[in-house]
């Protein structure tokens, strides 16, 4: 699969543009997009410090919307934290410690253990009661087996897969993670769906991409508000970027994930603007957690890190968590402290810094809220409405406390 130029892209866009009959007008109901990078660090984003020039299109968001410096996460692992940004709770509320809910300790529910419980509500569920059609696309990581899987937690389409790109595997015992279009299982990663470890060439991203730009449209064109949870897992180790952006960065194959990454927010966006929707259109974007401390070799640059954090470790270093200590897998800043950019033209005022403390429990009664929608009341919330702070409305969000949980296995927990 090859990048698409910007000019394929703009006269696909024009082409498609012109065949909408009317534009969708969703001001009191905007779509809604969620971008959740995986393992990505605050310090890789050229707008927070990084000075490698991979991220002009995420710099330019911010620069169109709003940037929070302190925003943190629930939990410093994967699962965790994608749980915590679905429900609005924190992990010791929905019983997601540690990876995929396998935490068997005496304080994890055992109906949770293997993937997210039935007695959770996620975010899409709700949003249909306004009419929402959502997708996920990328990584879900709350469950592998079918009971757990996104089409029966709420969403209407999936296109990706229930874990991360672990591997290869080559037994019956355990076997490659599936890829899914729905219910229907496409192939698996390392097999119909290629990941080269030697290379770190993949088309995972591009193909991510275009799933999410296809989603957009469709529902443009049916003129539905759209809720869109775009999950891609390209900086997680062992990382991977296609082919054209292999070799480009200076960090190594982790920065050439990035600038891929960096390109698809800027498409994305660019197809907003294209449809004429980017003002009716919110979109968030964010990291699960902070970058992990190490990567596979060649996968990163080597530097010298602070032993206190680097004892067990001889790898190399993936991403950047600025001038914050430790990364992924820690309570110190580098794992909890996220990446966030809000934008929506037209309601954000451009080129904002807030230094609201805020959360990714935050952006499930924010998403509510902005769908005119109630958060359930039968059940603790963690998360708070961030749309004061977005729309810059008097609001007493300022002294707030922001809680995170972490099961204890480790001494940088």
Partial sequence: MR?????????FFSIICCSLTEKLSNASSP??????????????????????KETPNLDAM???????????????????????????????????YTTNGHARNAYTPQEIVGGISKDEILLPQIMKKKGYVSKIVGKWHLGHRPKYLPLKNGFDEWFGAPDCH??????????????????????????????????????????????????IRRQTEAQRPFFLYWAPDATHAPVYASKPFLGQSQRGRYGDA??????????????????????????????DNGAAL????????????????????????????????????????????????AWWPGHIKAGTVNFQLASVMDLFPTSL??????PPDDRALDGLDLTPVLLNHPHKQGNRPVHTHCYRSSPFL
């Fill in 31 to 52: 779509n809604i997009i969620i971008m959740l990078m995986d393992d990505m660090g605050w310090g890789d984003l050229g707008v927070l410090g990084q000075p490698s």
């Fill in 258 to 287: 990035v600038m891929e990454l960096d390109y698809s927010v800027g498409h994305i966006l660019l197809w907003l603007k294209t449809l004429g929707i980017e003002n009716d259109t919110f979109v968030f974007f964010t990291s």
């Fill in 3 to 11: 990048v698409m130029s910007s000019l394929t892209l703009t006269l």
């Fill in 369 to 374: 809220a902005l769908a005119g929608l109630s």
């Fill in 62 to 96: 911010a620069a169109q919307g709003m940037l929070f410096p302190n925003f943190y996460t629930a939990n410093p692992l994967c699962s965790p934290s994608r749980a915590a940004l679905l429900t609005g709770r924190l992990p010791v509320r929905n019983g997601f």
């Fill in 294 to 341: 190490t990567s596979g070799p060649n996968e990163g640059k080597h530097y010298k890190l602070i032993p206190t954090c680097t004892q067990s470790f001889s790898l190399r270093v993936t991403g950047s968590n600025g001038p914050f200590l430790c990364g992924k897998e820690t309570t110190f800043e580098g794992g909890m402290r996220e990446p966030a950019i």
């Fill in 166 to 215: 672990f591997g290869p595997y080559n037994s019956s015992i355990r076997p490659n993670i599936p890829v899914y279009n729905n219910s229907e299982m496409l192939g698996r990663y390392y097999e119909e769906f290629k990941i080269d470890r030697k290379t770190g060439e993949s088309n995972l991203t591009q193909m991510y991409l275009l799933e999410g730009v296809d989603f």
